[in-house]
């Protein structure tokens, strides 16, 4: 990495006029957050939860969403998390809190000859970020270092303090606030710790872990508001699937063969896909951001399959906890894994 981008943070560039500061969400939310925990009042008979997340729809649906609103909805969702975690036979530990916001964009820097199989690394960047803002703080980055592609890509949640979700309706905010739980939980065990603070590259356990809780979680809140089982994090649909794992394959044989810039051409001629789903811009960077939830972006990778053969021989979320965040090193992975099978 060259001088320019390694000190990026001293000197004007795209990247330093839109950075996000964590700092300051910390100071500014976490005195809100507290008062509202002590001061903000949710109903507790279910008609009247309803009525809540009703009239807390149809203000994100207008756009109009009101603080008098968004507080209650907060306490709300954390208290339903709250007791499915413990129904699941989860420990609940920190206490599962919450702020909707609109979220920062997450610029994802990755190799362009090969893709992590760890943590995606990055900037987090201003919410109100522009398209044509992304691509020139992509642009930037790419001309800095011809060896790295970048991605500014949307987050639905952040697990700072308070943790942020995004504005999103009540099935999707409750999955999200799971998800985002996790990453909190499992920071003090040492698959979080390792990953966060050691840099163990444990990135992708974590975060199909989270993955696997929150649509858990949202699975165990559904009944009780009568929503649709089906999780919100659910792939779009199986041509999607089908599409984007060929897209994968093909990826990663270039890659595996040296061919660095062939692979780019090719996804650079998949026009026809990225419009019909909506995609901005396919490269590296956007298969080593979305690979490591799971899913077809993520290819061969056996990390979900891993998890899901633990979770099996578990009776309950609770247990499953309590062995995947002991994990300090993909063999102790593959070792459940095996244990299960």
């Given amino acids: 990495m060259n001088a320019k981008l390694k000190f990026w943070r001293w000197y004007s560039n795209p990247l330093s006029r839109h950075r996000f500061s964590i700092a300051k969400w910390i100071f500014r939310e976490t005195p809100r957050k507290l008062l509202d925990s002590l001061t903000v009042r949710q109903p507790a008979e279910l008609p009247a939860r309803k009525a809540v997340f009703d009239s807390y729809s149809e203000e994100i649906k207008q756009g109009k969403l009101h603080p008098a609103t968004a507080a209650p909805v907060e306490e709300m969702v954390a208290s339903d998390v709250t007791e499915a975690l413990r129904q699941c036979g989860v420990k609940v530990f920190p206490p599962v809190v919450l702020r909707l916001a609109h979220l920062p964009i997450f610029l994802v820097v990755s190799h362009r000859d090969r893709l992590q199989g760890s943590s995606p690394s990055g900037v987090l960047l201003h919410p109100k970020l522009t398209p044509e803002q992304a691509a020139e703080i992509e642009?930037?980055?790419?001309?800095?270092?011809?060896?790295?592609?970048?991605?500014?890509?949307?987050?639905?949640?952040?697990?700072?303090?308070?943790?942020?979700?995004?504005?999103?309706?009540?099935?999707?905010?409750?999955?999200?606030?799971?998800?985002?739980?996790?990453?909190?939980?499992?920071?003090?065990?040492?698959?979080?710790?390792?990953?966060?603070?050691?840099?163990?590259g444990l990135g992708r356990i974590e975060e199909n872990v989270c993955n696997l809780v929150g649509a858990e979680i949202f699975s165990a809140v559904a009944p009780k508001y009568g929503w649709d089982k089906a999780s919100p994090s659910a792939p779009i649909t199986e041509e999607f699937n089908t599409e984007m794992r060929t897209i994968r394959l093909r990826l990663d044989q270039l890659l595996a063969a040296g061919k660095a810039e062939e692979a780019e051409a090719y996804l650079e001629s998949q026009?026809?896909?990225?419009?019909?789903?909506?995609?901005?811009?396919?490269?590296?960077?956007?298969?080593?951001?979305y690979g490591s939830y799971g899913g077809p972006q993520a290819g061969g990778d056996p990390t979900r399959d891993y998890l899901l053969?633990?979770?099996?021989?578990?009776?309950?979320?609770?247990?499953?906890?309590?062995?995947?965040?002991?994990?300090?090193?993909?063999?102790?992975?593959?070792r459940l894994a095996q244990a299960a099978s």
């Fill in 309 to 334: 053969a633990v979770r099996s021989r578990c009776a309950n979320l609770g247990e499953f906890l309590r062995k995947v965040k002991r994990i300090r090193n993909y063999k102790d992975l593959v």
């Fill in 271 to 289: 026009g026809s896909f990225r419009e019909k789903f909506k995609i901005r811009k396919l490269n590296q960077a956007y298969f080593t951001f």
């Fill in 139 to 200: 642009q930037f980055v790419e001309r800095q270092d011809q060896g790295l592609s970048a991605l500014a890509v949307p987050l639905g949640g952040l697990a700072l303090f308070p943790p942020m979700v995004q504005i999103r309706y009540p099935p999707t905010m409750t999955e999200i606030a799971g998800h985002e739980w996790c990453h909190t939980h499992l920071f003090f065990a040492p698959l979080g710790f390792g990953n966060n603070i050691l840099g163990r």
